[in-house]
């Protein structure tokens, strides 16, 4: 059974940080891309930030510099670390697994709530 667990979240005054952590069993996790997706209220879910199981990354302009997506394959868990949060930063942040081509999957996480105060 395939499990996508994040975990994190919580609530932050503007500029701090939160380190989100995202721990998937059941997958063969060192060759999946994982990526971090966003969801404010009224608004489509967004793509933060993601990585190839070669390590290359891909940030969303509004995160640039201040974000950094990392993995632990050896752990099956992937990390989503956030500075100088903002308050436009506040969403549900949620982990996606995947793999392209024979065999392909993508799973989801139930999400983990930030919140950012002025």
């Known amino acids: 059974q395939v499990q996508v667990v994040e975990s994190g979240g919580g609530l932050v005054q503007a500029g701090g940080s939160l380190r989100l952590s995202c721990a998937a069993s059941?997958?063969?996790?060192?060759?999946?891309?994982m990526g971090w997706y966003r969801q404010a209220p009224g608004k489509q879910r967004e793509l933060v930030a993601e990585?190839?199981?070669?390590?290359?990354?891909d940030y969303a302009g509004s995160v640039k510099g201040r974000f950094t997506i990392s993995r632990d394959n050896a752990k099956n868990t992937g990390y989503l670390q956030m500075n100088s949060l903002k308050p436009e930063d506040t969403a549900v942040y949620y982990c996606?697994?995947?793999?392209?081509?024979?065999?392909?999957?993508?799973?989801w996480g139930q999400g983990t709530q930030v919140t950012v105060s002025s």
């Open positions: 059941g997958i063969i996790f060192s060759i999946s891309v």
């Open positions: 996606n697994v995947r793999k392209y081509g024979f065999g392909r999957y993508e799973y």
């Open positions: 990585i190839t199981s070669g390590g290359s990354t």
